[in-house]
Nanobody, 125 residues
Framework: QLQASGGGLVQAGDSLRLSCAASGRTFNTYTFNTYTMGWFRQAPGKEREFVAAIIWSNSYSSDSVKGRFTISRDNAKNTVYLQMNSLKPEDTAVYYC?????????????????WGQGTQVTVSS
């Protein structure tokens, strides 16, 4: 199970930190760090798009958020974070965390086997 939290309504230029806690038999202390963890987002009327991912300590992010968003993970807490700075109105979306083993293409939604319920981020201008 993946539980995302931390969304909210903020103004342009503000920051938010999203958290995604992994639990259950799939994500125990010994296996969580072996999973690729990703963040995706979906705005109304648009397809779900890749935001960032982390494999072990290697991170990847989309061009649209590079330099503003940072993904990190705390394996001791089975949690992945998305620090979002300098938020823009175009960052408004539902943000989903996802996980998968042995992912080949981190930007592909189809590679991830597990998804959280999503958390709304709204950035006003």
């Amino acid at each position: 199970q993946l539980q995302a939290s931390g969304g909210g309504l903020v103004q342009a230029g503000d920051s938010l930190r999203l958290s995604c806690a992994a639990s259950g038999r799939t994500f125990n202390t010994y296996t969580f760090n072996t999973y690729t963890m990703g963040w995706f987002r979906q705005a109304p009327g648009k397809e779900r798009e890749f935001v960032a991912a982390i494999i072990w300590s290697n991170s990847y992010s989309s061009d649209s958020v590079k330099g503003r968003f940072t993904i990190s993970r705390d394996n001791a807490k089975n949690t992945v974070y998305l620090q979002m700075n300098s938020l823009k109105p175009e960052d408004t979306a539902v943000y989903y965390c996802a996980a998968g083993p042995a992912i080949r293409v981190v930007r592909s939604v189809h590679e991830y086997a597990y998804w959280g319920q999503g958390t709304q981020v709204t950035v006003s201008s």
